[in-house]
């Protein structure tokens, strides 16, 4: 049978587009080299972080927010509309966040004091100098999400190929190790596997696998599934907050009073889930990764966010090295090679924010501008 459109990667991206396109009355068949997806999209912090996006792409955050939501009201998954919580422990960290706020306004970003911070970290000895909720920030547990979507669709009548590889597209034909597939048209999103697929395209646009280390320890009663933290260390790093006047400076006192996370690249961040808090993460860029964590790197990771929580003795439930795709051109790949492909790879840490608004662009024939 041949269906309008044949998705390739089961990933969150082509998950969305697949949902997208599936809403629009199009047949869709996903194609998945894997027996289910369990690359980027469940190795993350499940942290929609519509708020430090780029002013620029704000519409297009937006349009991911209405989407996820959507999403999770149809397929029934987890989406917790609980924003996030940004303690800051020092005048610099709290200066960003009063420019970040008047630049954006209350709704988007919320000064607290140091009572209220402390409360929602749950941590009375926190010592914040205050804080900032972002209520539009929206929380999805990874685990769920993509395996939720893949049975709704299949039940919506979307088909699935799995453990089959794509070998080779163009012109609407998908040639695959079990032979070739064929629609109107089709989007690939095959995540930090675009070099295995489209070397030219990922050569051009210097796309490299990002390696981050994370964990998961036991989730004290106090901190429930929905919480939400970002740190000084994500002002520096999500193009929305780094574009405040204070950056630079914010920079300068974290490479003072942070060596080791700076050094590491750090996004200090931590996220609940119902098994327990995600926490990350460092960043290393290689276009072969190996596969080894350093314990160093996962043990400074786990004191700085354990401490902002009071925890004392965590205990570690599982660790892993998550992996997507980065460039440090562009946050995103969105090419058609030609009439009938689109290629699209979010390259940077905030594919599980943008999926649904960067899905709905390459339905509609969108364009990169602003990313
Ligand atoms: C540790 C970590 C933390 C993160 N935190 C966040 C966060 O808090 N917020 C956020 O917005 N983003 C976050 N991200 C980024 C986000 O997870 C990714 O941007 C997003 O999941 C990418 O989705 P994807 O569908 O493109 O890729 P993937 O989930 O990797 O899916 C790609 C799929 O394509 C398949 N595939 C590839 N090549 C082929 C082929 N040739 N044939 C058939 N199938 C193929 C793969 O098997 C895979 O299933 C994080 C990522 C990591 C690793």
Same mark, same amino acid.
């Given at each position: ?214 964990? #998961?320890?036991?989730?004290? =009663?106090? &901190? @429930?599934? *929905? ?7 994500? /002002?520096? !790093? +999500? ?62 990771? #786990?004191?700085?966010?354990? =401490?902002? &929580? @009071?925890? *004392? ?7 892993? /090295?998550? !992996? +997507? ?47």
């Amino acid at each position: 049978m041949t269906h309008d459109l044949i998705v390739v990667g089961s990933g969150i991206l082509g998950l969305a587009t697949a949902y997208l396109a599936h809403k629009q009355g199009q047949t869709v068949h996903v194609i998945e080299a894997g027996d289910r997806p369990v690359e980027s999209s469940i190795q993350n912090f499940g942290h929609a972080c519509f708020t430090g996006q780029a002013d620029l792409i704000q519409p297009v955050a937006a349009r991911a927010r209405r989407g996820w939501l959507e999403a999770a009201h149809d397929v029934g998954f987890w989406a917790a509309e609980s924003g996030t919580w940004i303690p800051v422990m020092t005048d610099v960290e709290m200066q960003v966040l009063r420019e970040f706020s008047s630049h954006r306004g209350e709704d988007q970003a919320r000064l607290v004091g140091a009572a209220e911070i402390a409360d929602a970290l749950a941590n009375p000895g926190l010592g914040a100098v205050g804080g900032a909720h972002l209520p539009q920030d929206v929380r999805v547990n990874p685990r769920e999400v993509a395996p939720r979507i893949v049975e709704w669709l299949r039940g919506e009548g979307v088909d699935f190929t799995w453990n089959t590889q794509v070998t080779g597209i163009g012109d609407g034909v998908v040639e695959t190790v079990r032979g070739a597939f064929d629609a109107r048209y089709v989007v690939a999103c095959p995540g930090y596997k675009l070099m295995g697929l489209f070397p030219g395209l990922a050569e051009d646009h210097g796309v490299r696998v990002c390696t981050l280390a994370m964990s #998961l320890i036991e989730r004290p =009663s106090r &901190l @429930g599934p *929905e919480f939400g933290m970002l740190t000084g260390t994500s /002002l520096a !790093r +999500y193009a929305g907050f780094a574009a405040m006047e204070s950056v630079p400076e914010l920079r300068a006192e974290l490479a003072q009073r942070e060596p080791e996370l700076v050094a590491m690249i750090a996004n200090l961040m931590v996220t609940g889930i119902d098994a327990g808090l995600l926490i990350g993460d460092s960043h290393a860029y290689s276009l072969t990764p190996e596969p080894f964590i350093e314990e160093d790197v996962a043990s400074t990771l #786990l004191d700085r966010a354990t =401490s902002l &929580l @009071g925890i *004392e003795a965590p205990r570690v439930k599982q660790r892993w /090295l998550g !992996r +997507y795709s980065d460039s440090a051109t562009t946050n995103l790949v969105l090419e058609r090679p030609d009439e009938k492909t689109t290629v699209m790879v979010v390259t940077s840490g905030i594919g599980m924010t943008l999926s649904f608004g960067v899905a709905d662009l390459a339905l509609r024939g969108g364009s990169v501008e602003g990313f």
